[in-house]
Antibody, heavy 117, light 110 residues
Framework: EVQLVESGGGLVQPGGSLRLSCAASGFAFNTFEMNWVRQAPGKGLEWVSHISASGTTIHYAESVKGRFTISRDNAKNSLYLQMNSLRAEDTAVYYC??????????WGRGTLVTVSS | QSALTQPRSVSGSPGQSVTISCTGTSSDVGGYNFVSWYQQHPGKAPKLMVYYVNERPSGVPDRFSGSKSGNTASLTISGLQAEDEADYYCCSYAGSFTWVFGGGTKLTVL
């Protein structure tokens, strides 16, 4: 089955760190660009970060630049998001999404990150 | 980047048509034919409904159609059905491997 499954979310204090994972299956992961997209409670979608198929090209939204790091391990069919210096406004459901030529054609179910003391 | 502008809510009766607008700038919607639309039911992941302004993925009913004029894209849903009630988000490529979403529109089927 073609799917993406996120994990690693949870409750973290402001200033803390968390690492999200996204396990891909059912398709050739190493041929697709990938992204992280988040959604704060009751709010809209926000693009967070993009990584090329090889992992050599990376881009971030201004809101997370310098604090978040996207990476991938094609041998493990996995995508990651290292989140440091977390703030209350980073509280959201984080989705990994497969990129297919500038649109997102496959989404995971998301993992909830709550930043609170 | 600023979020694309969508109406907060639209509504229609079963069988009717509704159109959701999505306004951006020449740096995103107006600059690329890479507008996509996503449907999201409560507690669920977004689902791709339209890509490249007016293309539909396999399995999406032809009741869903997209268009674009200048800096504004639109999603039209014809023959409204109860299961169409959901939140809808537009998204545009904004260059340099960045994307911007709209604020979302809640569709109510009366």
């Amino acid at each position: 089955e073609v799917q993406l499954v996120e994990s690693g979310g949870g409750l973290v204090q402001p200033g803390g760190s968390l690492r999200l994972s996204c396990a891909a299956s059912g398709f050739a992961f190493n041929t697709f660009e990938m992204n992280w997209v988040r959604q704060a409670p009751g709010k809209g979608l926000e693009w967070v970060s993009h990584i090329s198929a090889s992992g050599t090209t990376i881009h971030y939204a201004e809101s997370v630049k310098g604090r978040f790091t996207i990476s991938r391990d094609n041998a493990k069919n996995s995508l990651y998001l290292q989140m440091n210096s977390l703030r209350a406004e980073d509280t959201a459901v984080y989705y990994c999404a497969r990129t297919n030529r500038a649109y997102f054609d496959l989404w995971g179910r998301g993992t909830l990150v709550t930043v609170s003391s | 980047q600023s979020a694309l502008t969508q109406p907060r809510s639209v509504s229609g009766s079963p069988g009717q048509s509704v159109t959701i607008s999505c306004t951006g700038t020449s740096s995103d919607v107006g600059g690329y034919n890479f507008v996509s639309w996503y449907q999201q039911h409560p507690g669920k992941a977004p689902k791709l409904m339209v890509y490249y302004v007016n293309e539909r993925p396999s399995g999406v009913p032809d009741r869903f159609s997209g268009s674009k004029s200048g800096n504004t894209a639109s999603l039209t849903i014809s023959g409204l059905q109860a299961e169409d009630e959901a939140d809808y988000y537009c998204c545009s490529y904004a260059g340099s491997f960045t994307w911007v979403f709209g604020g979302g529109t809640k569709l109510t089927v009366l």
